[in-house]
């Protein structure tokens, strides 16, 4: 049986959600392998950054940047 969620693990939870989700956008689209992992403008999440170094192959940029914030426009 599950348990319900309180109010302060939700807060918790959503919090940790946008420190992973928010740091980085897609410059363009990213492929692993043949799939399509995130497309150009999609929130791109820290650890994945981190793990896959999308960001030393120019694929990612830094929420806030004029890259970011253009592709995130262009609604891709």
């Known amino acids: ?38 497309r150009e403008g999609d929130p791109v999440p820290a650890s ?6 999308y960001d030393k192959n120019g694929l990612v940029a830094k929420t806030g940047i004029k890259a970011a914030t253009s592709a995130k426009s262009e609604g891709k």
């Open 1 to 38: 049986m599950t348990q319900p969620v309180g109010d302060a693990a939700a807060r918790q939870f959503r919090m940790e959600q946008e420190a992973e989700y928010g740091q980085f956008v897609a410059t363009s689209d990213i492929y692993v392998g043949t799939a399509l992992a995130y």
């Open 48 to 53: 994945n950054v981190e793990r896959h170094g």
